[in-house]
């Protein structure tokens, strides 16, 4: 049974950081891109930030670019969401993903297995 599993989430406040988690079991993890993704309240779930299942090419968004950064130890199966300079529009749920290809995507379908989100709140 593959399971991702995020944590790391919480309430901070604008200008703070926060590192998610995301681990991953049941899963050859070395062979799957990883992404992350967030929804906020009545909007779509948008891509953040993705690495390629070796770690050596990362995607982000231009929302998060110079803020955010994704890394991966496929020693521990866990990829991680290192988010700094946060603004109270990165408020949403955060989830990863897993995609089993050499590279990650910036579409939510192209996904095999999703977490099940950590809150990220920051406040002005």
């Known amino acids: 049974q593959v399971q991702l599993v995020e944590s790391g989430g919480g309430l901070v406040q604008t200008g703070g950081s926060l590192r998610l988690s995301c681990a991953a079991s049941?899963?050859?993890?070395?062979?799957?891109?990883m992404g992350w993704f967030r929804q906020a309240p009545g909007k779509e779930r948008e891509f953040v930030i993705g690495?390629?299942?070796?770690?050596?090419?990362?995607d982000h968004a231009d929302s998060v670019k110079g803020r955010f950064t994704i890394s991966r130890d496929n020693a521990k199966s866990t990829v991680y969401l290192q988010m700094n300079n946060l603004k109270p529009e990165d408020t949403a749920v955060y989830y990863c993903?897993?995609?089993?290809?050499?590279?990650?995507?910036?579409?939510?379908?192209?996904?095999?297995?999703w977490g099940q989100g950590s809150q990220v709140t920051v406040s002005s």
């Open positions: 049941g899963l050859p993890f070395s062979l799957y891109a």
């Open positions: 690495i390629s299942r070796s770690g050596s090419i990362t």
């Open positions: 993903a897993a995609r089993v290809n050499l590279m990650e995507a910036t579409t939510p379908s192209e996904y095999h297995h």
